[in-house]
């Protein structure tokens, strides 16, 4: 009987490592479902996280772009805040200097041509003080940016393209034309 309780004790054990190994097979095959799953979980969140870093930075781009963007234009606002009204008093300096070119005989007219001088320098300085300056025409050539061909003439003694005459003056504010110069041109 022994024999027969030893036989079946070795047949049970090799029954139970039989059924261990079965189990254990089964949790590794388990466990390994379930890593590759959660291995999947786990890539799905990362390739989320990628995304929306990338947005991240995206929206961050964006803002410091809008950012400078505004900077830029409230600057380009200040500096030709007064472009409106330096536009309006271009004609009054044109008026003044016209009012200056006659001649006057008479000393009580002298006087007042006198005190409109003054006046028109206290406004030609206001006016430069504010980057206001005119655009140079004498003897230059004829820039499209800056002038305005009014005529075009043939005289000796000029170049081609070069500016014969100056029949209104031009003005620019800080670098920008308000006012391009009305310009006679030899062709």
Do not use: C, W
Not at 41 to 68: H, S, T
Not at 124 to 151: M, N, R, W
Request: hydrophobic share 30%; charged share 40%.
């Amino acid at each position: 009987m022994e024999e027969k309780d030893l036989e079946k004790n070795e047949q049970e054990e090799i029954t139970e490592e039989i059924v261990n190994d079965a189990e254990q097979e089964l949790v590794t095959e388990e466990e390994k479902e379930e890593q590759q799953s959660d291995n999947k979980e786990v890539q799905q969140l990362k390739d989320e996280n990628d995304e929306l870093q990338n947005r991240l930075l995206r929206v961050q781009a964006e803002y410091d772009n809008f950012r400078k963007r505004t900077k830029k234009e409230k600057e380009a606002d200040l500096k030709y805040k007064s472009q409106s009204i330096v536009t309006e008093l271009l004609p009054v300096l044109d008026n003044f200097e016209r009012a200056l070119q006659v001649e006057i005989e008479d000393k009580a007219a002298k006087g007042v041509v006198e005190g409109l001088e003054i006046v028109y320098r206290q406004l030609k300085t206001v006016l430069e003080s504010e980057g206001v300056e005119a655009i140079e025409t004498d003897g230059q050539i004829f820039d499209p940016t800056l002038h305005q061909a009014v005529i075009q003439v043939e005289e000796e003694g000029y170049e081609s393209n070069q500016i014969v005459e100056t029949m209104q003056k031009g003005y620019q504010l800080k670098g920008r034309v308000i006012r391009p110069a009305m310009v006679k041109v030899n062709q």
